[in-house]
């Protein structure tokens, strides 16, 4: 028997300025009956202390595990799932802010004897860049109303870092897979096991969530598009590559894509998203837009075709 109805674990590494988002909203939930996880996978901005002072403030069933040195965040992950003590266990990023009721809504889909996987979107937060302002807000509230429209047989693939499963379905499947070592993509796969496990996927609009996003540039957007496209790579090996639509991009604008892609590499993209970025405002906004989707798509498909431009540590 359980301890707790649910687990809220949360992945860190270098996220001092940041572990206040969800800390301080977990301690205003409607919902009591939680407990609350942090692994720090190796402290190099001494988040141990910021943690620390959330336990001595004991507003919280907080708890932390600490790595000595990176060990990636697939290991931060299992081991927070797996020390945690509850029914339903709750994935939420470290730089999350949920409502007050993220911990009851997460709840209110395991019901006993229901087998379910629930998905909350990203409501990304963008600090005033030109990166924002032409790409980033547009393409958000895409990528949600795009979400909330899939079919529920392929809303699998919007697995990420605000999710919930019960401690029962994550033991069957074994946890996140250690495969995925660089970035991206071990959250999908364990999307695609909950659903092959013959769990209900939900995505909730009501468990749509503040994230203070990371990728604020251009360039920045690439490099993470890189290095997504390399480990989707892992996904199509370890699955059926008819799980997911083919990455070959098609027509004339696809012959663009795979023909800047042919010269995407951490490098040139950083020199390409930077330089766009200069002139994105000066431009007409569509074609500033498809610029730097260009650019990203293109990323993307580098990393598919050419994995070893990303294997450094991200």
């Known amino acids: 028997m359980s301890t707790y109805s649910a687990a809220v674990i949360i992945p860190t590494r270098g996220g001092a300025a940041k572990l206040h988002y969800p800390l301080d909203a977990l301690e205003q939930q409607t919902e009591k009956d939680f407990q609350v996880i942090v692994v720090i996978d190796g402290d190099i901005d001494n988040s141990r202390a910021l943690v620390q002072s959330y336990i001595d403030r004991g507003r919280l069933n907080l708890s932390m595990i600490v790595f000595e040195e990176n060990q990636g965040r697939v290991a931060a992950l299992n081991a927070g799932h797996r020390a945690a003590d509850a029914r339903v266990l709750i994935r939420c990023d470290d730089d999350l802010e949920p409502a007050p009721n993220y911990v009851q809504q997460h709840l209110s889909h395991h019901g006993e004897g229901k087998k379910t996987g629930v998905i909350g979107i990203y409501k990304n937060v963008f600090p005033d860049t030109t990166y924002a302002r032409v790409y980033g807000r547009f393409r958000d ?27 029962d379905l994550y033991q069957e499947l074994g946890g996140y897979d250690d495969s995925y070592r660089l970035y991206g993509w071990e959250d999908v796969d364990m999307g695609y096991m909950v659903h092959k496990a013959g769990a209900e996927i939900i995505v909730d609009p009501e468990l749509a969530t503040f994230h203070y996003v990371a990728a604020t540039t251009t360039a920045m957007r690439a490099k993470r598009a890189l290095y997504s ?51 994105a405002e000066r431009i007409p906004a569509f074609v500033a837009e498809k610029l730097i989707s260009l650019i990203v798509e293109a990323a993307s498909y580098s990393g598919i075709t050419h994995p070893e431009r990303a294997q450094k540590t991200f």
Request: avoid cysteine.
């Open 141 to 167: 509230n895409k990528f949600r109303g795009d979400a909330y429209k899939t079919p529920r047989d392929k809303q699998w693939i919007y697995w990420a870092g605000n999710v919930s499963l019960s401690k």
């Open 229 to 279: 496209g390399a480990a989707r790579n892992i996904f199509t090996q370890k699955h059926s590559a008819h799980s997911l639509p083919s990455p070959r991009p098609s027509g004339v604008w696809g012959l663009a894509v795979r023909s800047l892609a042919q010269v995407s590499t951490e490098t040139s993209l950083k020199f390409m998203g930077n330089a766009v970025d200069l002139v």
